[in-house]
């Protein structure tokens, strides 16, 4: 975009010198404060359970490779590991597993193998690339009537087994979107009459599957909900709560860092009028990889996903038009001659924002790795040109056709910026090859963003609408298509969920990159779920965030 001239500030300012109207939106404040900042790691601590966690874990690599253990056995240990977040530490051994058990699998095997079973080995092979046949769930089908046979109804484990299952589905399975439909209908009439662990796993998965869930949280909750398949194996419990313990005692440290970082920053001073959400927006990239080796990489996506809460806000809810086409032209022009041309109060944000991103630059440079910093930095500027795109929409009163709307709502998702600046600190593992693969944009990526945009759409649309915002999808649609606000929202539901699909699809072997880079594509979506699925859970995060921060950060597990 050209400059658009010094001489719109002043006629962002009406007559009089009056301050202009500004969208503003009255966020509600942290429900967190400077309650982070104080915490204080002792390294001693990390490193006795580090040491503590190295005989267990020795003992469930020996379980993971014992030859001798039956193979529903194994499908099972495997299963539990990946429940509990450790799948990371023996993957090796447990592909080495499940690549002879793939080759052994015979259909005729699970003839007599009861529903619970079946969904557990289903899941075993499926969440970690291996397209197991959907076929193993035919026998529970009625052959004649083409439904589920009714006996499976009292097998309350076994219909869970089958439901999560579902959510693993691709295109064309139709057995696993009946399935998903028959359980989870079958399970809303009965979960009230049930008891124990098995009532709360039943109101978990109905809540939120495993397979959207994030994967901290979900092991988390497995310790609660599961203590009978937790105790199978002494040294698979005892490594997964001191491995727990370790992480959390990390990923406290980090969110200090990153709350003393933004509290040095002064945002809050300078740009009040933003919403103010660290450790919301730490547990969102926490949800994309929660490995010990990634901690640098959180730190630093964190930081830049912060940043696009300031810029977000600011087009969103605080500056005029005309400030917001010199903030674009400053942000595209990316040098700090821009600064004179833009408003005073969001000078301080544009000068930090260039010199953590030259910093690091200067840091990655030194490792050849600078490439993954500037596609970071061209998604920055992308976004900003999309937010534009759209407050021209709003101010003009223009409603996008839907399509319209869709190609830059993929950009103004913020998808592109989280997912690119997410791998800028992940080391060796992000190649030339690998940010070449990312930016062929492969359907796995399409797919996530999608959800990233419709999921998000489908829970803020009142509240834009209220606040005037012409561009919100659930509209876009009604204008393109003809159709009531209802029928809207149900068809962008049918297409999250034939993206979640196309994820599934894309993590299936053989892969074109490494899992570690497919991770945070499919973690994303995950996030948009926890965040998105039953409100807007980042602007109003009253509920589902805050459990799950006083979950990972607050409380501690029991040894």
């Known amino acids: 975009m050209a400059a658009v001239g010094v001489s719109a500030i002043a006629q962002a300012n009406t007559k009089n010198n009056a301050e202009p109207v500004r969208p503003l939106a009255n966020f509600p404040p942290s429900k967190w404060g400077d309650v982070f900042l104080s915490f204080s790691l002792d390294d001693s601590v990390m490193e006795e359970c580090a040491k503590a966690m190295e005989e267990p874990k020795e003992e469930v690599r020996r379980l993971i490779m014992d030859p001798t ?54 899941q075993a092979f499926r969440h970690l690339g291996y397209k197991l046949p959907c076929d193993v769930f035919n026998k529970f089908k009625d052959s004649d009537t083409n439904t589920f046979k009714e006996f499976i109804t009292s097998d309350v484990r076994g219909m869970l087994g089958l439901y999560e299952s579902a959510q693993l589905r ?22 009230n009459t049930l008891e124990g662990d098995l009532a709360q796993q039943v109101k978990q998965s109905l809540k939120r599957p495993f397979h959207h869930g994030m994967p901290m949280v979900e092991a988390r909750l497995y310790f609660s909900n599961y203590q009978e ?41 300078t740009t009040p009028y933003i919403r103010d959400r660290v450790p919301e927006i730490y547990l969102w990239i926490l949800g994309l990889y929660f490995e010990p080796r990634y901690s640098l990489a959180r730190i630093i996506a964190t930081k830049i996903t912060l940043f696009l809460v300031v810029l977000d806000d600011t087009y969103d809810a605080y500056a005029t038009i005309e400030e917001l086409r010199l903030l674009t032209d400053a942000i595209n022009r990316w040098d700090i001659s821009a600064l004179s041309q833009i ?7 544009y ?25 970071s930095k061209e998604a920055i500027q992308d976004i900003a040109r999309g937010y534009l795109e759209e407050a021209e929409w709003t101010n003009s009163g223009y409603v996008a056709s839907f399509p319209e709307y869709v190609k830059n709502g993929l950009i103004t998702s913020a998808y592109n910026v989280i997912s690119k600046s997410a791998l800028v600190g992940m080391g060796e593992i992000v190649s030339k090859d690998a940010l070449a693969w990312y930016e062929s944009h492969p359907k796995i990526l399409q797919a996530s963003e999608l959800i990233s945009r419709l ?31 209802k029928e809207a929202i149900e068809e962008l539901k049918k297409m999250i969920e034939n993206a979640w699909k196309d994820i599934n699809e894309g993590c299936l072997k053989p892969r074109e990159v490494s899992v570690d880079l497919l991770a945070p594509i499919l973690n994303l979506a995950r996030m948009i779920d926890v965040v998105y699925r039953y409100d807007d859970g980042f602007t109003f995060p009253g509920k589902t965030l805050k459990e799950y921060i006083t979950l990972l950060f607050v409380s501690s597990l029991p040894m």
């Open 69 to 122: 253990m039956d193979s529903n056995k194994a499908l099972t240990l495997i299963y539990n590991v990946r429940r509990l977040g450790l799948t990371y530490m023996f993957l090796k051994e447990i592909e080495d597993q499940l690549d002879r058990l793939f080759k052994e699998f015979n259909l005729e095997d699970y003839a007599e193998v009861d529903l619970h079973t079946i969904s557990i080995n289903f």
């Open 170 to 191: 691709l295109k064309g399975e139709k057995i696993l979107d009946d399935a998903s439909a028959f359980a989870e209908t079958k399970l809303k009439s009965l979960v």
């Open 229 to 269: 398949e937790c105790s199978t194996h002494d040294s698979l419990l005892k490594l997964a709560k001191l491995h727990f313990n370790y992480l959390q005692l990390q990923q406290k440290e980090e969110l200090r860092i990153v709350s003393k970082w933004w509290k040095d920053m002064r945002f809050q001073e």
């Open 343 to 349: 408003p005073e109060y969001i000078r301080p944000f």
């Open 351 to 375: 000068k930090i924002l260039l010199n953590e991103y030259a910093e690091l630059e200067k840091q990655l440079a030194k490792e050849g790795r600078v490439n993954s910093v500037i596609a």
């Open 455 to 485: 999921q998000d759409d489908v829970m803020t649309y009142q509240f834009e609408r209220e606040r005037g915002q012409s561009a919100t999808g659930v509209d876009s649609y009604i204008k393109t298509y003809g159709v009531s606000e």
